[in-house]
């Protein structure tokens, strides 16, 4: 865990000076400089402390680096294309078991001839065109702006029935420690 860089480099995006901070939190300028350099483990406490006086959560003091915010610049984006039927996929980001993705479906175009299934949550919601969304009996026609959620491990289909592209953005969410036991 790096905490002590995180402080540093908080600290001196604020401006803030090392002699400032010890004012302000009643530590040592030495106790802060070790902090930030790693030479010491502070207590919770005094992480909560110097997380007050930076006014920033203490829970963002505890993320690992891979576990704070993810940006994925446009031109950083994964593509695929599903050959069969020339579906567009746009790998928007992803963090932990969650994955955002803006779907382009051609007129007529479809999931597959058959209902499929994986593992995790789905989120739709439709930016534009006209789709049909099938999952065990139930089936329904989703125009620009409706959505849907389902599990699924259930089987599932989906169609653009309109006339021109369909837009879909996708949220999926995959249990990662249940990924992991398969």
């Known amino acids: 865990m790096d905490i002590g860089s995180t402080i540093r480099t908080i600290r001196n995006r604020k401006k803030i000076t090392i002699a400032q901070m010890s004012e302000g939190t009643g530590l040592s ?3 802060i400089s070790n902090m930030e350099n ?6 919770i406490n005094t992480l909560q402390t110097v997380a007050n006086f930076l006014d920033i959560p203490l829970p963002y003091l505890l993320l690992e680096k891979d576990q704070r915010m993810r940006v994925v610049r446009k031109h950083e984006r994964q593509y695929t ?17 969650l994955t955002l993705q803006h779907v382009e479906i051609p007129p ?3 999931t597959g001839d058959e209902p499929h299934t994986h593992l995790g949550e789905e989120c739709h919601i439709v ?12 089936s329904f026609i989703l125009d620009e702006g409706d959505s849907f959620s389902w599990n699924a491990s259930v089987p599932h289909f989906v169609k653009n029935i309109g006339d021109e592209p369909a837009v879909v953005l996708i949220a999926i969410y995959t249990d990662m420690e249940l990924n992991d036991m398969l």
């Open 29 to 31: 300028k030495g106790f």
């Open 38 to 43: 790693n030479n010491t483990s502070p207590s």
């Open 81 to 97: 294309t599903h050959k069969k039927e020339n579906i567009k996929v746009e790998h928007l980001t992803s963090k932990g078991g």
């Open 108 to 110: 007529g175009a479809s």
């Open 127 to 138: 930016l534009r065109g006209k789709i049909l969304a099938e999952q065990g009996e139930e």
